[in-house]
């Protein structure tokens, strides 16, 4: 399968990222903010210290959340999946309880398609 790119795409093949596939009049500006603006949109206005302390903590708790996110998914598939074991034993007990209630009733059918074969037969060697 062939891709066919803008031809604007091919001014910078090196760039990489949603830019590169972007129309140039809605590019991201390529020049890199200033300091304090950069400061600011990461939230470090003040010692660089506390920051990365509390930002240290921001991440802590935010890996803790997640984690128990899926931790808390995972063990509810798990349940699932044993439910879903229980009741799949559960089922196979009860097809071959019923194999075996069908393979007793067939037994009973020939031996009693037996005793009326032997009862016709009898029955019609007497009538000759």
Known sequence: MAVIRPEWTIANPLASGPDAYAPPDRRAPEDPPSGARVAFLRGQTGDRSQSNEGSAR?????????????????????????GMRQMLRDEGERVSREIAGYAGLSQASMSAMQVISDSLRAWKERSE
Do not use: K
Not at 65 to 70: D, E, L, M, N, V
């Open 58 to 82: 921001n991440l802590d708790a935010l890996i803790r959340r997640i984690a128990g996110t899926s931790m808390d998914e995972i063990d509810s598939v798990i349940r699932e999946l044993e």
